[in-house]
């Protein structure tokens, strides 16, 4: 079992730089891949960032590729989120998930945190 708990969303201007973090609990999470996903008002969960669990494999969204940078510390069981030059459409709750593998789709992640609000202002 994994516990994850994101942190860090706040209102920021656009072209603001801003970073998020998820901590996980447990002793295996070195163990998963992890990833960040996203979600705006009446719109599905898409995905962000993933990350392999030894940190050698990234992969990015087309949306998000050269502003957005994942990263994580299987020490401190936490994984990040560097979210530079923030546009609007940025603006969505981000949630954090652990699982097996890297995958784009939602469905394969078996653990999900509860989200941390990013709002970005024009």
């Known amino acids: 079992q994994v516990q994850l708990v994101e942190s860090g969303g706040r209102l920021v201007q656009a072209g603001d730089s801003l970073r998020l973090s998820c901590a996980a609990s447990?002793?295996?999470?070195?163990?998963?891949?992890m990833g960040w996903f996203r979600q705006a008002p009446g719109k599905e969960r898409e995905f962000v960032a993933a990350?392999?669990?030894?940190?050698?494999?990234?992969t990015y969204a087309d949306s998000v590729k050269g502003r957005f940078t994942i990263s994580r510390d299987n020490a401190k069981n936490t994984v990040y989120l560097q979210m530079n030059s923030l546009k609007p459409e940025d603006t969505a709750v981000y949630y954090c998930?652990?699982?097996?593998?890297?995958?784009?789709?939602?469905?394969?992640?078996?653990?999900w945190g509860q989200g941390t609000q990013v709002t970005v202002s024009s």
């Open positions: 447990g002793r295996t999470f070195s163990s998963y891949a």
């Open positions: 990350i392999s669990w030894s940190g050698a494999l990234k």
């Open positions: 998930a652990a699982g097996r593998s890297i995958a784009t789709m939602t469905s394969p992640w078996d653990y």
